[in-house]
């Protein structure tokens, strides 16, 4: 029987999860050997599992099939997703060497958990069944609520901790009551027996209706939708910068590939009930991110209100729900990646030896003290609102482009103009750093690993930005499976 | 080198290498970087001098055109291409960038290298605003040239710099994203009567291809979009029509334009009421009108009665001010409601004087602006009850000022005249009431630029700081001269600039009053269309999806 389990084809699927898992449990053991100055050993490692693991997905690439009789499947929604994660996972991990240092937190169990987390992520966008689809959540949030308050001696850091564990294990309990019933409704924990449950029992049963409001009360936590964003902020502000850039992109983008696969394939049958729902809160989500975000005097709260408006975005993609609405998802979610993490680059490197830099005033004229850091963030702040020709503008183009597609008239304009909301806020960001003269003269340098960070981060969204073609070839492949 | 295939790249690409290289030079070789980037625009100007002698006058359509693929699976291509409107247009951006930067040279003393790029680029999109032949192209033109504008008036303006950039910003890019979605659905329609195997008025037969069915080519959607039923052409006219309306500035969505003309540097006023304002108008005329002439012709009683209420009330609002450069900055709106006005008459005359007037206006009111400017840079006010008696210190300027003035306001042998007299011909054929409502404006012109030029230049030297100013110098003179002469050319001898725009406007009038109008596209675009994608529509684009 276990042989009949456990094939190798099976292994071979979750080859990318059980690397990057081998090396965060290297990482807990080597820690032990390492003194302080060569902690920057623990980087070095997880960067190499990521590496390796990277290269398993792309030798999966051109692969779609299930595995572990039906547990998890590898498709290119996968491979995508998975893409985006390790590289997100890549880049904060460049970005935090120099940030532990300043912190006086060497733990290599910062890594591991970055690593942990990112396996979780993983099987988020590679699950298929109800049960594996949710111990994916649960490695990705508990990890998170640990590197959330990583910083022991920073109150702020517990704080946030505290609050998104609360808050994330109650939508935790909701999520499950949903997923319960489903379960209850199919006799199955696959998402396709399920849909097939939801299907026979039609647009009008209200135990579907119940459970479709729970699974979504749980996701609009996860991605951190109105009205249930309230944690966002806190946390984001509190937990060390670096981990910030990953919540706000992995822990995201994970959430919506779970939110994808579940909402498309399991809840297929009731659409009509989630595309009202979707786009109620999709509005309010990006009325309520929008209009926060103006009067923030903290970057990190500002990112992570003009987060929440940037869900909306996305959800409204999934609300038009043709296949520009999906690919529009998918190039949403990369430029979000690549924009949002080079944004947070800068932030951290604002942090420096008795400097905490992450209040609006601490960018006062940072183009005398970095100019290159300066103009970085303004690339990556044009591309957040959405001008073109950088990454960030084909996302919202797409999107619009399938509202309109799907006769969401009202919706696109709405949307439209909370560009022009969006950039009054990412603004007041490059008056600080552009118009208003420096305080303190001396000059603030960027570690090299972020400097690499930014270099990629800067390509990642201004190279796709002038030729999308690639870009667009990619989203069309990680929607194959929903066609 | 040069020639007629690619001289329009020439001139789009000489300002940006301009600013490639002058990034590459140390921020403290301050002279340096001034002289390549005054050298830079100059030959900016003289790679479009060639485009006088080849410019076929005889040919409506597009001319110089170029066109490679940029992003295949949208449709979208690198087009550009210059007609008898855009002609023009292209010159006076290219001149007066120019001589815009060749005013700062005194003027900026501080983060030199950063205004010499950031004016490069603003010059870069600029002429792609003008050039670009694909709506998508032209959007992203449209939009890159803010940023560099913004920090323009954010970092080297005056007092409310700040407050006066991100308005400009703000105010602008809620007219964008209206019209981003103006295209979305132009690109939409479209797609849809080609999936649908209908007639498509640009083509025939719709075809299947891939770059068929996904298009921006402008002169594709001049066929197509006037073709489209009225209710469609409705809501993207106002979509476009918004975008335009905030950029000329008409009556309602002007209160960005005093504050950032007022707040800008001079050379960033001389460009925003020079160039950026043309792009409003060059957008009415160039999409607006052709491409939905019935929208267009339901339009035009509010347009209308918005231009008439700006020409009255932005000439009124110039006799309250105490600020010289906000008074210009108001006379612009009222000489924009000129424009606005001829352009909306939709007849050949109205269209033509628009056209020219959009030409005099950048010349007398960048000259002014640059006026300004200089009195500024000698005692750092603009308050006008500062100045009295200025002729007795400064004789030359005194009468370029005079001159510049008397064009502004429409002096007969100065081009103000003829632009503001062609306008006039045109309105009058259409409705006498509006014409003469529209030449009430003339007077207070007049009014207006006169009593300033009497309060700042006439009676005696009251100040005594101003008795000891210096008359212009030669590097201003070079600024101002040759605005002046192409005042009398324009004014004395205008048939050359008639007869270079007549035949590309003739063509816009023939399709607004539906000379050959193609049928209507016979499957109405009403299925969703497939995805823009490359693979799945290769072949034979699916109906549905």
Known sequence: MWSEFFQPRDLASILPQLQLTVFACGILLMDFLLDRKHKYMNAVTALLGIAFSGYSVWALSDKQEHAFRGLLVVDPFFVFFSTVFLGAAAIVILMSVRYLEVEDELEGEYYALILFATVGMMFLASGVDLITLFIGLELMAISFYLLTGFLRRDRRSAEAAIKYFLLGTFSTGILIYGFSILYGISGSTSLYRVAEAVRMRGLNDPVVFLAMAAVAAGLFFKVAAVPFHQWAPDAYEGAPTPITAFISVGSKAASFALLLRIFLVSLGAVRPHWEVLLAVVAVATMTIGNLAAIGQTNIK???????????????????????????????????????????????????????????????????FRNPTAAVLMLVFLLSLTGIPPLVGFYGKWFIFLSLIETGHYY????????????????????????????????????SPGLVVTLGLTLLLTVLPGLYPEPLIQLAQFSILPYR | MISPENILNWILFTPLAGAALVLLIPGERRNLIRLLSNVTMLAGFLVSLPLVGWFDKTNPGFQFTLSAEWIPSLGVRYELGIDGISFWLVLLTTLLGFLAVLSSWAFIQERVKEYYIMFLLLQTGMLGVFMALDLFLFYVFWEVMLVPMYFIIGIW???????????????????SVLMLLGILGLYFFHAGVHQSGGVCPSVGVAGHTVAEVYTFSVPVYL??????????????????????????????????LPDAHTEAPTAGSVILAGVLLKMGSYGLMRFSLPMFPDAAIHAVPYVVGLSLIAIIYGALVCLMQKDMKKLIAYSSVSHMGFVTLGIFALNQAGLEGSLLQQINHGLSTGALFLIVGLLYERRHTREISEFGGLSTPMPMFAAIYLIISLASLGMPLLNGFVGEFVILVGTWQVNRMWAVMAAVGIILAAAYLLWLYQRVMFGEVTNPKNKTLKDINLREAMTLVPLVVLCFWIGVYPQPYFEAMRASIQQVVARVHGAAKPPAPVAAPVQTPAPPAAPAASEEAPATR
């Open chain 1, 411 to 446: 919706l696109a304009v709405f949307a439209a103009l909370y560009v022009v909301v969006a950039l009054y806020y990412y603004f007041r960001i490059v008056v600080m750093m552009f118009l208003q003269d420096a305080r303190e003269p001396e000059k603030i340098e960027f």
């Open chain 2, 157 to 175: 303006g005056h007092e409310r710099r700040l407050y006066a950039a991100i308005k400009f910003f703000l105010y602008t890019l809620f007219g």
């Open chain 1, 301 to 367: 709260r500002l990112l992570a209100y003009s987060s929440i408006g940037h869900v909306g975005y996305i959800l409204l993609g999934l609300v038009s729900g043709n296949d520009t609405g999906r690919m529009g998802i998918s190039i949403y979610i990369f430029a979000y990646a690549a924009m949002t993490l080079g944004a947070f680059a800068v932030v951290t490197g604002m942090r420096r030896n008795g400097a905490v830099g992450d209040t609006l005033d601490d960018m006062r004229g940072l183009i």
């Open chain 2, 223 to 256: 066929d197509f979009a006037r073709a489209l039923p009225f209710e469609w052409q409705f809501w993207i006219f106002w979509a476009f029509f918004i975008s335009f309306a905030i950029k000329v500035p008409m009556f309602p969505f002007h209160t960005w």
